[in-house]
């Protein structure tokens, strides 16, 4: 059979595997059961497998929950069945995995990134919604697969059994990338500042859907990826009795006000698009208190991670020059970040080669625009700073409702082609 016969033959186990995974989503920092299931999976194939500390820059760990919210995620992913020494090994988020694969030829190292976290949306419980319907709606409050790495995660590790059962065509080194905190753009610079991609040739991520909703096709490079950083600011003012004595009080709240407004009063970039938003705002504790206390949750982007740069210095001079305005006091965390990335016709044309010979899409398209951000840019620029060559691609499926919906589904037919197409990917690329 070719790969192809061989990956729609795994298509009920995949099916299987993606809705456990979707019925027992985790966001980001809190995939403890699915990076479990992931590395057992991986040991069983014969990978020499990573995790934890090894594969986790700490210092690098950008927007993690506290403490206590990871502890209650351990042992809920423990007694949903995930291996107890493992999540103890992953213990403050440390949830990623790298997988190799040494076929002891001569030839080029090859990875592929896949993520692995959920998005903090309460999933649609009504008829019309097929995995309420059929049975695999999420089980856990407030976390749902609502843009499809339950199926990025079914993927990789189907294009690992591939790739195990054709080690013999493969060479070099083959490297697998299971990413936690994908949401947030959170989770890859961690992974990255590892240096586990700084021996790479050739780099590829992927998406279910996106802009990519033609069924049985296939994008073999997705550009436009937006540089983002994600900021929260902080505001700390003097509480005070707003009646009996409000000229004691430093108001955090009006800091906080007066910088939404500002930051939206930002001056454009001449050399390309760039946005600022401000997405929440939270503040004071009583009618009749003078805020103390305020927060703002922010991100810029830009089309290249200069213009970007341009956007989070003017916005931390707005937000400061708001907190000198009302005599409070700032600080601000950066929560997530991602940079632009290059985009590299040649490779994407010779995908597109590679898998219409070996491949059975009814369409390929050899670009589309991504429109947005994704922190699978670390890996593409670091391996590309380096020499070496990345794309990202797009697997083609129709979609329920728009990704991060309530109602978000995917086809699942989707998921053996692209684990058919990454595993003739790694085959050709190993042996360049």
Same mark, same amino acid.
């Given at each position: ?63 993690? $929950? ?39 030829? $001569? ?12 998005? &903090? ?46 080690? &013999? ?12 905190? @994908? ?15 700084? &021996? ?8 279910? *859907? ?13 550009? *436009? ?58 503040? *004071?504790?009583?009618? !009749? ?46 929560? *997530? ?6 985009? &590299? ?7 597109? @080669? ?50 991060? !919906? ?5 086809? @699942? ?10 595993? @003739? ?8």
């Amino acid at each position: 059979m070719s790969i192809w016969q061989e990956a729609e033959a795994l298509k009920n186990e995949l099916v299987a595997r993606r809705r456990d995974l979707h019925k027992h989503p985790e966001p980001g920092w809190t995939e403890f059961r699915t990076a479990s299931m992931v590395i057992k999976e991986l040991q069983s194939l014969g990978y020499e497998v990573h995790y934890g500390s090894e594969v986790m820059d700490e210092a690098s760990m950008m927007g993690l $929950p506290s403490a206590e919210h990871l502890e209650k995620c351990m042992a809920r992913a423990i007694a949903e069945g995930a291996d107890a020494d493992l999540v103890k090994a992953m213990a403050g988020g440390k949830t990623g995995v790298l997988a190799i694969l040494k076929t002891g030829k $001569p030839g080029k190292t090859v990875a592929f990134r896949v993520d692995m976290d959920s998005n &903090d949306v309460q999933e649609d419980m009504q008829a019309g919604h097929r995995p309420y319907e059929e049975g695999f709606a999420s089980e856990h409050p407030l976390a749902m697969h609502a843009c499809g790495h339950d199926g990025h995660t079914t993927i990789g590790l189907a294009a690992a059994k591939l790739l195990m059962a054709h080690k &013999d065509e493969l060479a070099g080194t083959i490297k697998l990338i299971f990413q936690p905190a @994908e949401e947030g753009v959170r989770g890859a610079y961690a992974m990255v500042n590892t240096g586990i991609v700084d &021996d790479v040739d050739y780099m590829f991520g992927g998406h279910l *859907g996106f802009k990519n909703t033609v069924d049985n096709s296939l994008v073999t490079m997705t550009g *436009g990826f937006l540089a983002t950083t994600k900021l929260d600011a902080t505001f700390k003012g003097v509480s005070a009795h707003a009646g009996a004595a409000p000229e004691e009080g430093k108001n955090a709240l009006l800091a906080a006000a007066q910088a939404a407004i500002s930051l939206s009063t930002i001056s454009r970039h001449s050399k390309g698009s760039s946005r600022i938003n401000v997405g929440v705002m939270n503040a *004071g504790t009583g009618r !009749n208190v003078v805020p103390d206390i305020a927060t703002l949750k922010l991100e810029t982007r830009g089309l290249t991670t200069e213009i970007n740069e341009f956007m989070v210095k003017e916005a931390k001079r707005m937000l400061q020059a708001a907190a000198d305005l009302y005599d409070v006091k700032l600080s601000v965390s950066m929560a *997530g970040s991602a940079p632009a990335t290059t985009d &590299d016709t040649e490779l994407a044309h010779e995908i597109a @080669e590679l898998v219409k010979e070996k491949c059975g899409y009814d369409a390929i398209f050899e670009f589309a625009d991504m429109g947005g951000s994704e922190d699978a840019g670390y890996f593409m620029e670091r391996v590309q700073n380096n020499g070496g060559r990345a794309s990202y691609l797009m697997y083609g499926t129709p979609i329920a409702a728009g990704h991060h !919906n309530s109602h978000f589904d995917f086809n @699942e037919e989707a998921l053996w082609k692209a684990a058919a197409t990454l595993t @003739e990917m790694a085959i050709y690329f190993s042996n360049k």
